[in-house]
T-cell receptor, first 116, second 111 residues
């Protein structure tokens, strides 16, 4: 398996533009997680899905952020409109989701987002 | 979830064992200890986890004290590629639990 795949790896955009980050989890994994990492706040969980259904989005910073998982092999995180404070590295992770394996999360390489 | 305390940083010589400590004095009976690491510019990587018995895999060993209030991650033969931030996380396992990554400990392996 190729692991968790994220695209794009780098994104530079201007304030006010829409940004879409993409993630392909490991095949067979039931859980998908979106994290954000900044120097100031560290690594934060934004939202996670179980079997394509959003379970907890309490970490989503505000309504400008939305996430979807239309099928088991694809998820998106969208920011509209983007702001400079959204600049961060966004990670997607997936896990099998049963027992202790739930927390054996496999992370993708991340998308480095820069909003000018 | 129980809070963990880790030193800010440590270093070790290449080829030697790296022993990374973690205190979790408020751990509950059914909370697991997980270790992750993050190499610069990469996503976090799962290393190992345990409940109360010592665990070993191809990457590392996890030693948990009998009272479970502290643990040590051991990298038996550290290499330069092991230079990373290591996170100790104590968490209930199963649905709705959330990994909380603190500041971790920065391990620097020197040649």
């Amino acid at each position: 398996d190729a692991g968790v795949i994220q695209s794009p790896r780098h994104e530079v955009t201007e304030m006010g533009q829409e940004v879409t980050l993409r993630c392909k989890p490991i095949s067979g994994h039931d859980y998908l997680f979106w994290y954000r990492q900044t120097m100031m706040r560290g690594l934060e969980l934004l939202i996670y899905f179980n079997n394509n259904v959003p379970i907890d989005d309490s970490g989503m910073p505000e309504d400008r952020f939305s996430a979807k998982m239309p099928n088991a092999s694809f998820s998106t995180l969208k920011i509209q409109p983007s702001e400079p404070r959204d600049s961060a590295v966004y990670f997607c992770a997936s896990s099998l989701g049963y027992g202790p394996a739930y927390n054996e999360q496999f992370f993708g390489p991340g998308t480095r987002l820069t909003v000018l | 979830d129980a809070k963990t305390t880790q030193p800010t940083s440590m270093d070790c010589a290449e080829g030697r064992a790296a022993n990374l400590p973690c205190n979790h004095s408020t751990i509950s009976g059914n909370e697991y200890v997980y270790w992750y690491r993050q190499i610069h510019s990469q996503g976090p990587q799962y290393i190992i986890h345990g409940l109360k018995n010592n665990e070993t895999n191809e990457m590392a060993s996890l030693i948990i004290t009998e009272d479970r209030k502290s643990s040590t991650l051991i990298l038996p033969h550290a290499t330069l590629r092991d230079t990373a931030v290591y996170y100790c996380i104590v968490i209930f396992t199963g649905a709705n639990s959330k990994l909380t990554f603190g500041k971790g400990i920065t391990l620097s392996v020197r040649p």
